[in-house]
């Protein structure tokens, strides 16, 4: 299992661990820093399995950890992909 952490657009509510998010992109990246524009959509948490990604955690940096502002770092595995589907999300 990979874990990687993205950015989400909005706060990250942690009732919301475990739950299956899709991916927004709010702006077209950088080829120079090589950050990306994708952000997990919060709005859209549930238990889909039709959803990319699972979230799992929330970051341990403490600079983007804070639930309560859009930007939280938050773990997440791809959920739906071409080995399988994870399963339902508890969001």
Same mark, same amino acid.
Do not use: C, W
């Given at each position: 299992?990979?874990?990687?952490?993205?950015?989400?657009?909005?706060?990250?509510? #942690?009732?919301?661990?475990?739950?299956?998010?899709?991916?927004?992109?709010?702006?077209?990246?950088?080829?120079?820093?090589?950050?990306?524009?994708?952000?997990?959509?919060?709005?859209?948490?549930? !238990?889909?399995?039709?959803?990319?990604? /699972?979230?799992?955690?929330?970051?341990?940096?403490?600079?983007?950890?804070? #639930?309560? !502002?859009?930007?939280?770092? #938050?773990?997440?595995?791809?959920?739906?992909?071409?080995?399988? #589907? /994870?399963?339902?999300?508890?969001?």
């Amino acid at each position: 299992m990979v874990i990687f952490e993205i950015q989400a657009n909005a706060a990250m509510p #942690v009732a919301d661990l475990f739950g299956n998010f899709d991916i927004v992109y709010t702006t077209a990246g950088s080829t120079t820093t090589g950050i990306s524009g994708a952000e997990l959509n919060v709005s859209d948490g549930a !238990t889909g399995t039709t959803l990319s990604l /699972k979230a799992i955690d929330i970051s341990e940096d403490p600079e983007n950890s804070d #639930v309560a !502002t859009a930007n939280t770092n #938050v773990r997440v595995v791809i959920q739906n992909h071409i080995f399988g #589907v /994870k399963g339902a999300g508890l969001a």
